[in-house]
């Protein structure tokens, strides 16, 4: 690109007259001077492309969630089997290794909820420190900023679920599961990590410092406690056991667990992907509605 | 139609409100390209103003074009011909200053050769070198606001918007952002600056626009708006240096020299300063500060003196 023409030569100026340089003495049309970018911005993919790069990149140097995102699945999943496993019964036999089975997938989910939760802080720094509005002044779809985010959440907690699957498999854990089995599991908390990181995108925009957007991830460290996922329903007590056996946590644990012990999921595999699809439709529809309105609040 | 006879900014009838909170009342504006200054205390409603104009708002009513452009209808077109630089330095602080300037550009659609080689010429221009493989949040205020600057060069706008770019800024760090608006209008890019400061509208600008309670109160040149507020003043110093008179004048040379004639007959050995209303007096008359009887007693707002005699 080369600057053809002067942006503004006023009316009145004469030739050669004042500090401009000569190239700009001749009045030119609007349509001679070409936009050095494409007339209409960048396209949505390559927007995407654009704005995923850049979240990987604040991913891959936040060193401190990456830290954290290692080192939560790791301390729960420590904690559960050396120190409760031996003590727990669940099912027909009682064990480390049998609670490690058990405990799995709940654990799994933690870890990439609370991480997928990180969403609201980034997502709430763009709109404080005023770079969305900028962005918005720009000549692509603005939403693809939010996007770019989700695609970068769902690559850090994949990775922090594959750091679980890897550590459950050093202490013992020989999932049963064929690979079609293995797939089903792993797309369920794929999907809960999307559903998480959707609502998060959401509370992101309407948090007002990124502190406090940070801080509503406590829920999602938890939620899981009252599942299904690290005692059986059945034990608790009865004024707890209707939320914990309708929350949405608890048909993908439950499903999830089924799956990778080598079983079919039956209908807790369908309600959790409902539960999951319900919530990013509610999400999605909210952040389209909220997004716009938060132009030039920064 | 001819690039010279375009209106950078048309606009007619615009209101804006925020929860029935009118911020911008009924304003009409038209300005050629150069550089301009929407001048106004806190809460005039320059930064919407300025918002509505870079496609970030909507207005409630009126109609209003950027070179030519509908902010709403053609926002596409219009966001490639502009940048908008906030009042925060709007960057990525987790991303290099050369990867901001990367990031923008390709958002801006430009190819990616042209990108890379672009920020390269910002970086050197702005003095950034050294800093160009760091991230933003490292950087000083000072470093912040001209990569910001660069920024909104990467895509080689039409019309620069700049919400009070050197509020915060120390002097020298202001100044040396002063140069850069300077040349920037010598290139002939057209910028239009919100600030508060009536020296940096005085400065930089070719025409000021003066906002105050969402409403236009004057625009014109700074001579203009200090015309306004009553021409100028002769002042008649006796040998101390003690002000013994003064005389309203329309300021021409004409006018001048009739006083003057008069002046040297009687006392033909007083020294004589030619006082133009400050831009501080042309501010507090417009937006109703302290009345105007105030203002000869008010020494300190002699900036604009001029020693004839």
Known sequence: MTRTEPAAAPADAPDGAGPRPPQNTAPTSVAVRPAPGRPGGAGLISALGIVSRRSLRHASRDVESMLMAVLLPVMLMLIFVFVMGEAMAVGESAGREEYLAYVLPAIALTTAGFGASHTAVVVSNDLTTGLMDRLRTMPFPAVTVLLGHVVSSMARNLTATAVVLGLAALLGFRPAADLPQLAAALGLIALWILAVTCVFTFIGLLAGSAEAAGGYGFILLF???????????????????????????????????????GDAAGSAGWIGVLWCVGIIVAAVGLTTVVFPRRAGRG | MSYADERLVEISGLSKSFASQPVLRDLDLSLPPGVH??????????????????????PDAGRVRVLGLDPVRDRRRLQSMITLTGQHAALDGQLTGIENLEMLGGLFGLERATTRRRAAELIERFDLGSAARRRAATYSGGMRRKLDLAASLIADPRLILLDEPTTGLDTRSRQALWEEIRALAAAGTSVLLTTQYLDEADVLADRIVVLHGGRIVAGGTAAELKERVGGSTIELHDAAGRLVEEIPTRGDANDVARQLADVAEVSPQASVLVRRPSLDEVFLTL???????????????????????
Not at chain 1, 240 to 259: C, N, S, V, Y
Not at chain 2, 40 to 51: E, F
Request: aromatic share 4%.
């Open chain 1, 223 to 261: 939620l899981p406690y009252i599942s299904s996922g690290f005692a059986p329903v059945e034990t608790m007590p009865d004024w707890l056991q209707g939320f914990a056996a309708h929350q949405p946590m608890t048909p993908i644990i439950d499903a999830a667990r089924e799956l990778l012990a």
């Open chain 2, 37 to 58: 200054a929407l001048l106004g205390p806190n809460g005039a409603g320059k930064t919407t103003l300025v918002s509505i104009l870079s496609t970030l708002l909507r």
């Open chain 2, 287 to 309: 937006t109703g500060g302290p009345a105007r009887d105030d203002r000869h007693q008010d020494r300190n707002q002699d900036r604009n003196q001029e020693v004839l005699a």
